[in-house]
C-alpha cells in the first residue's frame, strides 16, 4: 500500500487471468494513485502486457474486478466494459508494446482519427458534416486546434503532414503517446514507451512523463524494461513475476528487494550479489 | 552517379551470358520433343522425322530474347530505384503535387466523359460500352469504400447489384413503381441487406470475411434462381420500364407526348441510350462527390484507421463494428443504385447477370485501380472493359489476353494503377481543408 491518503484512481483487486491452464496474471491486486506514475515491472513472460489488456477491456479477466473511479462518472467498472468503451467512457488510453499507428495516415490524421467520438458527435451522423455546417467546422477546428497543441509540446509538428509509417521509431513512440492524449485520458497506459529509444531519447520520455504529470495531473500506469526510465520517473513500482506480485514499493525498496533481485537475476547469482563478499547497498536491479 | 550499387544492379557481361545460356538449355530440352522432333505420315504409317535447323532457331531465339528481357528489366529496375530515392527526397510536397496531377486528371476525365455522347451522338456501340463503364465505375467506387477504404474484403458485391436490380424489377413490374421513385428505395434495401450480412459477419477479418461474402453473393444468386414465384426463377423478370425524361417516355409513337414530340425532335433510339448514359453519368458523380466528402470526415478516417489498425482503433475508443457496419451499409447502398441503373437499361434481368464473376470483376476494378483511389477506379473499369471488348478480335484469346493484361498491371503496379494516397487534410495549407 501506498502511503498517500488519496483515493486511488484505479484499483485493481483479485485480478486472474487464465488461458487453458496457465494463469498469465494470478490474484493481483494494485492501487493506481492519481497524479501519480506507477509503474509495472518484471521479466520477460510475466504477464504484464496481459495486465493491460485486461484493464483495457481487449481480454476479459476470469476473475477480479477492476474499478476506476471516475471524477465525473463515478466508479466505472472496466472488466464490463469492450474496449471502445474503456478508452471513451472510462478514459483509460493505452499505447502498445508494438508501436500500433496507423502507418498510411499523416502525423496530423492520426490525432484526429483519435478524436472520432468528439467529431463524429459533432458530424451528427455525417449529415452536419457533408453539409459542411458552422458547427462541425468549428468541432474538427477545434480537434486540429488540439492536435496541433500536443504535436508542438512533443516536439513533432513538422511532421504534422508526413505519413506516420515513414518516420523513425522513436518519433513513432512519440506519435503513438500524442495520439493517445487527444483521447484526454484520465489514466495512461504505456506499454514499454522507452523500446528501441537510445539513451537521448529515452531522457527526452522522462522529462515528457514528469512534465504530464506535473502539467496535466494524468496518472500514468508505466510497463517498461528501461530502467533509467522506470526508476527515475515512477513514485510507485509494482513488481510482477509469473503472473503474481512479488514486491511493491518506492523504486528505492525495490532496487534492494531480495525477491525481485532473485526474479531478475535468477537465485544463485542473486544470492551472491545479496550476501557474497561485496555486500553493497548500492547494487540493483540496473542491467 | 547512384550511392548504392547492388551486385544484381549492373550484372557482368559473363553473368548476362551465363543467365541467358540457362534460358536457352531450357529451351533446349523442352524444344527436342515439342520441336526438334516431328511425325509424319509417310506412305500410310507414322514416321519420326526430326527439324534440327528449326530448333535451332528456337534456342537462338530464346537466348537473344532472354538477353533483351533481362536488360530491359535492369533497366527498368534501375530507374525506379532512382525514382525511390529521388521520391524520397522530395517528400511531402512531392505529393502534394502529385495530388494536383491527379486532380487535373479527373477534370480531364469529367470533361471527355461528358463530351463523349455528342461526339458520338450517331454511333451507339461507343456510348453504349461507355455506360458500361460507368456501370462499373459506380460499382468500383461502391465497392471502394468497403475494399479500398474500410479494408474489409468483400467477394460478394455483386449480390447487393442484385439486390438493387431486383429491387426495382420487382417495385415497377409489380406495384408501378417510377424508376426515380424506384432509386433511392432500392438503394436502401441493398443498404439493409449489407447490414443484415454485416452485422453477424463483420467481427470476422480477412479471409474469413471474404469467404462469408462469397458465401452470401452465391446464396443471393441461387435463390433468385430457385425462387420462381418471387424473381421469375432462372426466366427471369422481363419488360421492366425504362427511366423517362421527367416523364417523357422515349417511345416512338404514343398519344401521350413523348420525349421527342416534347422537344419536336424526329425520334431516334439514340435518345434513350444517350439518356441513359448521362444518367449513369450523373449517380456515378453523385456517388463520387458522397464519397470523396465522407472520406475527409470523420467517419471515412474511422474507415481508413480501421483499415490501418482495428485494435489501435479500439484503444482510441472507437466503436470499430459501427465504422464497419456503415462502410458496408453504405457500398451496399451504391452497389444497390447501380443495380437499379443496370435493371432500367437492360430491362430484363435475370440470376445470371450477377455471378461471382461479376464480383471479381469488380473487385478487380478496385485492386488494379489502387485501393482507395477513386480515379484509379476509373482508369481500372475502362481498361477492364474496354480490353475484352477491343479483343473480340481475337476470338478465343481474348480472356487470355484479359487474364495477361491484369498480370502485367499488377507486376508493374503492385499497388494498382494509382496508389497515391490524398492525405483528408493538411496542416501546411490552409486549401488543406477543402476540396
Known amino acids: 500500500m501506498s502511503s498517500d491518503v488519496a483515493v486511488p484512481l484505479l484499483s485493481v483487486e483479485r485480478l486472474t487471468m487464465r488461458f487453458g491452464g496457465l494463469a498469465a496474471i494470478d490474484d493481483l491486486s494494485l492501487d493506481v494513485p492519481p497524479g501519480k506514475i506507477t509503474g509495472v515491472i518484471g521479466p520477460n513472460g510475466a504477464g504484464k502486457t496481459t495486465f493491460f489488456n485486461c484493464l483495457t477491456g481487449f481480454y476479459k479477466p476470469t476473475v477480479g474486478s477492476v474499478r476506476l473511479n471516475h471524477p465525473e462518472r463515478g466508479v466505472l467498472r472496466l472488466e464490463d466494459l469492450p474496449s471502445h468503451q474503456v478508452a471513451h467512457t472510462a478514459q483509460v488510453v493505452r499505447t502498445f508494446q508494438n508501436i500500433r499507428l496507423f502507418p498510411k495516415m499523416t502525423v496530423l490524421e492520426n490525432l484526429i482519427v483519435a478524436q472520432h467520438n468528439v467529431l463524429q458527435k459533432a458530424s451528427q451522423f455525417s449529415l452536419a458534416g457533408i453539409l459542411g455546417l458552422p458547427s462541425y467546422r468549428r468541432a474538427e477546428a477545434q480537434a486540429v486546434a488540439k492536435a496541433v497543441d500536443w504535436l508542438t509540446r512533443l516536439g513533432l509538428i513538422d511532421k504534422a503532414d508526413t505519413a506516420a509509417g515513414d518516420l523513425p521509431y522513436g518519433t513513432q513512440r512519440r506519435i503513438e503517446i500524442a495520439r493517445a492524449l487527444c483521447v484526454d485520458p484520465l489514466l495512461l497506459c504505456l506499454d514499454e514507451p522507452a523500446a528501441g529509444l537510445n539513451p537521448r531519447e529515452s531522457g527526452e520520455l522522462n522529462e515528457l512523463l514528469l512534465r504530464l504529470v506535473a502539467d496535466e495531473g494524468l496518472t500514468i500506469l508505466l510497463i517498461e524494461h528501461d530502467m533509467s526510465v522506470v526508476m527515475n520517473v515512477s513514485n510507485h513500482i509494482c513488481v510482477l513475476n509469473y503472473g503474481r506480485k512479488i514486491a511493491e514499493g518506492t523504486p528505492k525498496q525495490m532496487q534492494n528487494d531480495p525477491n525481485v533481485i532473485k526474479a531478475y537475476l535468477g537465485e544463485e547469482e542473486a544470492d551472491e550479489l545479496l550476501y557474497g563478499e561485496k555486500g553493497g547497498e548500492s547494487t540493483g536491479v540496473t542491467p | ?435
Open chain 2, 1 to 435: 552517379m547512384p550511392p548504392l550499387v547492388f551486385a544484381n544492379d549492373a550484372p557482368t557481361a559473363a553473368e548476362r551470358l551465363k543467365d541467358a545460356s540457362g534460358v536457352a538449355l531450357i529451351a533446349l530440352l523442352l524444344g527436342i520433343p515439342m520441336i526438334g522432333l516431328t511425325t509424319a505420315d509417310q506412305g500410310g504409317s507414322l514416321q519420326v522425322l526430326t527439324r534440327w535447323p528449326l530448333l535451332a532457331a528456337f534456342i537462338a531465339a530464346s537466348f537473344c530474347g532472354r538477353l533483351v528481357v533481362r536488360y530491359l528489366l535492369d533497366a527498368l529496375k534501375r530507374r525506379r530505384q532512382a525514382q525511390d530515392r529521388q521520391a524520397g527526397a522530395a517528400g511531402a510536397k512531392e505529393t502534394r503535387r502529385g495530388g494536383r496531377m491527379l486532380e487535373s486528371i479527373g477534370w480531364l476525365a469529367f470533361g471527355l466523359a461528358l463530351v463523349l455522347p455528342i461526339v458520338f451522338s450517331d454511333n451507339r456501340y461507343v456510348v453504349d460500352t461507355a455506360t458500361t463503364v460507368l456501370i462499373y465505375v459506380m460499382l468500383g467506387w461502391g465497392l471502394n469504400v468497403v475494399v479500398g477504404l474500410a479494408g474489409l474484403l468483400d467477394l460478394g458485391h455483386v449480390a447487393f447489384y442484385a439486390v438493387g436490380a431486383y429491387a426495382y424489377a420487382l417495385l415497377s413490374t409489380q406495384f408501378g413503381w417510377g424508376f426515380w421513385a424506384a432509386l433511392p428505395v432500392a438503394g436502401i434495401i441493398a443498404g439493409v441487406f449489407g447490414l443484415a450480412l454485416g452485422w453477424p459477419s463483420l467481427r470476422l477479418r480477412g479471409d474469413y470475411l471474404a469467404i462469408v461474402t462469397l458465401g452470401f453473393g452465391e446464396i443471393i444468386r441461387v435463390v433468385l434462381i430457385n425462387w420462381t414465384d418471387f424473381s421469375g426463377g432462372p426466366n427471369g423478370i422481363s419488360s421492366i420500364p425504362r427511366p423517362t425524361f421527367f416523364g417523357l417516355p422515349f417511345v416512338p409513337s404514343s398519344d401521350n407526348p413523348t420525349f421527342a414530340t416534347y422537344f419536336g425532335l424526329e425520334f431516334s433510339p439514340m435518345h434513350r441510350i444517350i439518356f441513359l448514359y448521362y444518367v449513369i453519368l450523373v449517380l456515378s458523380l453523385l456517388t463520387n462527390v458522397l464519397v470523396k466528402r465522407l472520406r475527409k470526415l470523420p467517419i471515412g478516417r474511422a474507415w481508413e484507421a480501421v483499415r490501418e489498425d482495428e485494435i489501435a482503433c479500439k484503444a482510441l475508443g472507437m466503436n470499430v463494428t459501427n465504422a464497419k457496419l456503415s462502410a458496408f451499409a453504405l457500398g451496399a447502398m451504391l452497389g444497390g443504385v447501380a443495380g437499379v441503373f443496370f435493371a432500367a437499361r437492360q430491362g430484363f434481368i435475370s440470376p445470371e447477370s450477377f455471378t461471382f464473376n461479376e464480383s471479381a470483376i469488380i473487385l478487380a476494378i478496385v485492386v488494379l485501380g489502387g485501393m482507395g483511389s477513386q480515379l484509379g477506379v476509373v482508369l481500372a473499369s475502362v481498361v477492364l472493359v474496354l480490353l475484352p471488348e477491343l479483343g473480340r478480335d481475337f476470338a478465343e484469346y481474348r480472356m487470355l489476353l484479359f487474364g495477361a493484361a491484369m498480370i502485367l498491371i499488377m507486376v508493374w503496379r503492385p499497388g494498382g494503377i494509382l496508389s497515391h494516397r490524398e492525405p483528408t487534410l493538411l496542416l501546411s495549407s490552409e486549401g488543406g481543408r477543402r476540396e
